[in-house]
């Protein structure tokens, strides 16, 4: 699949991101020709540990300068976008709804009106949130044409973002040869996420401190699934929709059904992991502390997905899970992350390569 990016102008906004520096070293093992926008990456960063600012045109800017952006779109010309940018933390948004609403509502604003002054862009993906659908918490997966109107306000900032973007579609693009899809994946987990308030990167910093980890709300349910999941499938459909137009539309992306754990068991998981591959023993305790609404089951049905491109999930949670160890283990020892993340990523592809084949 990546080798129809051998050349191709992508723009990536928010690569200096988690998922954005995930999608940065597959697209470069691909040959692509990558421009970056975003903040200047946090301390500690898996984009400087990468060192992949040196490696693409990486343009420090924020999503909410709409002439800086129309600056950068009009000099690269890029023909495949990938909108990674926002402010994606659920506590954050609490603490600051209003640069929440500007970076994730506006930002998505600014790239559409980008993409539509810019003739040579064919396909844009805009990554969004499983949560952006109105949470009735059901025992059942979210399908696409479930209602929008997340909770709190990162999430219902996501739900104005899909709306913004069907706007866009309805009023400009349909008579242009460019075609746009949201895409809504589930919780992201992998080697190399330092965010706050995250169940993996907390369990990360509490083994370097020595201390227990603190679990939140252990019983709250969310479909769990490695970086890859989601950084592959949105070049997927990326690539898909730029030879089709019709295979355009609102996509979840998630974990099958059995891979939708409790936090609890996750990092149940996680200790008897690292445990394995390190031979030291953790632990986690309950550390609900009453904080703001966050929802206790979210699942997605991702049936449609799987219908339109025959997708179907590559690594199951606990596989997830031992990749994350592998990486995060190397991290604290000083080891070669960059030749973890690599061969990470070649594993990856082979094994979609090898589920066509058979």
């Not at 950068?72 to 954050?92: G, M, S, T």
């Amino acid at each position: 699949m990546l080798n129809f990016y051998k050349n191709k102008k992508v723009l990536i906004t928010g690569h200096t991101g988690f998922k954005g520096s995930w999608m940065c070293r597959m697209l470069m093992s691909a040959g692509a020709n990558i421009t970056g926008y975003a903040l200047k990456p946090s301390e500690p960063s898996l984009f400087k540990i990468c060192h992949i600012g040196e490696n693409i045109n990486s343009i420090i800017g924020d999503i909410r300068d709409l002439e800086h952006l129309k600056e950068v779109c009009n000099q690269v010309q890029p023909e495949i976008v990938i909108h990674l940018a926002a402010q994606p933390i659920v506590r954050k948004s609490y603490q600051n709804p209003v640069y929440t609403y500007e970076t994730n509502v506006m930002g998505a604003v600014n790239i559409m009106e980008c993409v539509r002054l810019t003739p040579s862009v064919k396909s844009v993906i805009n990554v969004t949130t499983d949560k952006v659908y109105l949470n009735r918490e059901w025992e059942w997966g979210y399908r696409e044409n479930e209602e929008l109107n997340g909770y709190d306000p990162y999430s219902n900032s996501k739900s104005c973002s899909e709306l913004v973007t069907s706007s866009y579609i309805n009023s400009f693009f349909h008579d242009r040869n460019i075609s746009v899809s949201t895409c809504r994946a589930g919780n992201v987990i992998g080697g190399g996420d330092f965010s706050a308030n995250r169940i993996i990167p907390d369990c990360i910093r509490s083994i370097q401190s020595g201390e227990d980890i603190m679990i939140r709300n252990p019983h709250s349910i969310r479909p769990y699934q490695h970086v890859l999941e989601p950084v592959y499938t949105y070049l997927l459909i990326a690539q898909e929709q730029y030879n089709n137009r019709a295979v355009a539309g609102n996509y979840n992306v998630g974990p099958d059904e059995n891979d939708c754990w409790s936090t609890g068991k996750l990092a149940t998981m996680f200790c008897q992991k690292w445990q394995e591959e390190t031979g030291n023993t953790i632990r986690w305790i309950d550390g609900y502390d009453g904080g703001p609404y966050e929802s206790n089951i979210l699942k997605l049905d991702c049936s449609k997905i799987k219908h339109v491109f025959n997708w179907m999930p590559k690594w199951d949670v606990e596989t997830a899970l031992e990749k994350i160890v592998e990486w995060s283990y190397l991290y604290i020892q000083n080891e070669d992350i960059v030749k973890c993340m690599d061969a990470q990523i070649k594993e990856f592809i082979l094994s979609d390569k090898n589920r066509h084949k058979n």
